[in-house]
Every structure is written in C-alpha cells, then in structure tokens.
C-alpha cells in the first residue's frame, strides 16, 4: 500500500486541483502491482506543490544548480537499501513540483497529463530509480510510461 502526503503551498494549484490527496492517492492504488518493490509493504510519501521561484531555492541548496526545475526528489534511501528494509512502514522520501513548468508543458498537452508525468517520475526516483546512465535511463523511462499508461486508463 502507498499512502502520500501533499502539502499545497501556492494557490494556482488549489485552483487546478481541488483535492490532490485524493486525485494522487487513486492512481497510486493502481500502481501497486507493477513495481516489484512495493510488494508487502506499506509506503509514505510527501509531495510539495509550490512555484517556480520555491523549486530553485530548493534546487540551488540541495543540488547547487540555481535554476528552477518541474520536479524535484529527496529519496530516504537507496534502492540496495530499500529492498533491505524488514520494517512494514517505510517513509520514503519528498517530492516538490513547479506549477508554472506544468503549466507550460501543458499548452502542449494538457495539464493533469503533465502533472502525473511529473510526480510519477519523482516517485520513481523516490524508490531508487536513476537516469544517470543510458541503461539506466531506459530501464527508468519504461517503468515511467508502464505506470502512465495504467493510471491514464479509464474504467469501462
């Protein structure tokens, strides 16, 4: 089981999204039979929803790039280390998103589109998933679009 946190701290996303916490939580329920990880185990997590110019503080004092960025990823542990672990409740870290790249992305696509790649793909990184190296980022990319594509399904 996966359980999320979401800590709203600027209005544009109150206005896009009435009840993340719920919209989040129902696709995670989704996605628990496809990673291998998450079986047997019940996992926390924090998302932050804030702007642009909160993503690049955040950016410049943990990765020391002064930019801003869409999503942004604070793992508690390491993937080796995550499998280890025997407790059945395990905080696995935070996640922060920027409003404003969504939005932007979304004049392209569409909004909840761009948002659910985002925090998919912090998620992913949360549970020890990198894109450092070509492998890597292939192996990554694939679980990405496996769990996009299963959420994004409607019920018949």
């Known amino acids: 089981m996966i359980k999320v946190n979401v800590e709203v701290d600027r209005k544009p996303w109150r206005n896009k999204l009435k009840n993340p916490k719920k919209y989040i939580f129902k696709k995670l329920k989704k996605i628990n039979r496809v990673i291998p ?13 804030t702007n642009y110019l909160r993503m690049k503080k955040l950016n410049k004092k943990f990765r020391n790039h002064n930019k801003s960025t869409d999503v942004l990823s604070f793992p508690s542990f390491q993937l080796k280390k995550l499998r280890l672990k025997e407790q059945k409740n395990i905080y696995i870290g935070d996640i922060a998103i920027c409003y404003e790249i969504i939005k932007a992305r979304s004049k392209k696509s569409n909004f909840f589109i761009e948002f659910d790649k985002a925090w998919i793909h912090g998620f992913l990184h949360l549970l020890g998933y990198n894109h450092i190296k070509n492998k890597e980022y292939f192996i990554m990319n694939k679980i990405e679009k496996k769990i996009f594509n299963l959420i994004s399904k409607k019920r018949s």
Not at 37 to 49: E, V, W
């Open 37 to 49: 990880t998450l079986k047997g185990k019940n996992f926390t997590f924090t998302i932050l929803l």
